[in-house]
């Protein structure tokens, strides 16, 4: 047998995304995000419509026309898998087997990681609205979720996308949100606006916080670290085109 054929596995957390992956995957859903706006499919409103039929649609752009395409520089086969919608993963003790992530991003050429089925860009998207605050919706519903350890909990970054209609802006309404909830979403660094990163007619620039997780490895029994969490609000008011 050869010598090192048996090689020890890679640790938990996994392997850091870099930030240019966070980028790639971001200018991504923009450009995604401006084709569904201005060619919506009949019958869909973009501002009126459910979570679950706006992520769909969103998807559907997303893969079938800017993955493998000019359209988003780095989006293709050759850094990405293709985009999955609403696959279901395990939480980080395995009593929740049937999680369903919005988008899942998987990465080519990434580093053999301990748990290769939960190695990759974890996306959860919520709308903001005057039914679905950016407290308890989007905080509450998604944040939360990363931070209990149901997703990405292998990793130390994940995205979060928010759908936000006319007059909701991230940096005001989710630090006010962050703030008030301080013990159920422990915040290490508040929120703060990505340096590289840009607002766009469709889009508002990426932001980004850091919380802290209290659950432990079952694998290693060691504390998870702090999960970086970046935020990218889309806007559904299609009277700005």
């Known amino acids: 047998m050869p010598q090192g054929f048996f090689k020890p596995q890679a640790g938990l957390p996994h392997k850091p995304i870099p930030l240019a992956v966070h980028l790639i995957v971001e200018a991504a859903l923009r450009e995604s995000w401006r084709r569904l706006r201005q060619h919506p499919p009949a019958r869909f409103n973009i501002e009126t419509a459910d979570e679950d039929v706006v992520t769909h649609e969103l998807q559907k752009v997303l893969h079938g026309e800017v ?30 087997r049937d999680l369903m992530p919005d988008l899942f ?11 290769p089925w939960q190695d990759g860009l974890f996306v959860e998207c919520k709308p903001i609205d005057k039914r679905r605050s950016a407290g308890r919706h989007y905080c509450d519903r998604g944040i939360k979720r990363f931070v209990r350890g149901d997703y990405a909990w292998a990793m130390t970054s994940a995205l979060m996308v928010g759908y936000a209609s006319q007059g909701y802006n991230l940096s005001a309404k989710l630090a006010e949100a962050l703030n008030t909830r301080a013990r159920k979403i422990p915040t290490l660094a508040k929120l703060k ?29 060691e504390a998870a670290p702090p999960i970086t969490i970046r935020h990218l609000w889309l806007k559904r008011d299609t009277t700005l085109l």
Do not use: L
């Open 105 to 115: 991003f998987g990465m080519i050429g990434r580093p053999k990681a301990r748990i």
């Open 67 to 96: 993955f493998d395409s000019k359209h988003a520089a780095g989006f293709t086969s050759e850094f990405f898998a293709a985009p999955v919608r609403a696959a279901k993963w395990e939480n980080f003790n395995g009593r929740k």
């Open 193 to 221: 606006p990505c340096q590289h990163s840009q607002a766009s007619p469709v889009s508002e620039r990426a932001y980004f916080s850091q919380h802290g997780r209290s659950f432990k490895y079952i694998q290693t029994r």
